[in-house]
């Protein structure tokens, strides 16, 4: 069973910054391209950052392009999304999971999704 425990959110005013993190256990995270994802409320869960298995490659949706920072250790097993310039249409709750094709925001999942964390931007 793939476990995905994502943290680091929170509430934040416009303009901050929030560095998210996910650990990954349960498979051989290396061997996977992996995305971050979020979904805010009434709306469908999207990928907004992607990176290759090396963590050379990596994409962005054209919204977050420029501020968010997406990168991987693989020996610690854990992904991470800088987040900086923080807008209130980026509140939502951020998830990381799989994905299938990081040049093509191609969506993928180990099958299950994690809790989630929080990201409110806010005055």
């Known amino acids: 069973q793939v476990q995905l425990v994502e943290s680091g959110g929170g509430l934040v005013q416009p303009g901050g910054s929030l560095r998210l993190s996910c650990v990954v256990s349960?498979?051989?995270?290396?061997?996977?391209?992996m995305g971050w994802y979020r979904q805010a409320p009434g709306k469908e869960r999207e990928l907004v950052a992607a990176?290759?298995?090396?963590?050379?490659?990596?994409n962005y949706q054209y919204s977050v392009k420029g501020r968010f920072t997406i990168s991987r250790d693989n020996d610690k097993n854990t992904m991470y999304l800088n987040m900086n310039s923080l807008k209130p249409e980026d509140t939502a709750v951020y998830y990381c999971?799989?994905?299938?094709?990081?040049?093509?925001?191609?969506?993928?999942?180990?099958?299950?999704w994690g809790q989630g964390t929080q990201v409110t931007v806010s005055s």
């Open positions: 990176i290759a298995m090396g963590g050379i490659n990596v």
């Open positions: 349960g498979t051989m995270f290396s061997a996977y391209h």
């Open positions: 999971n799989q994905v299938k094709s990081t040049a093509l925001m191609v969506s993928a999942t180990f099958g299950s």
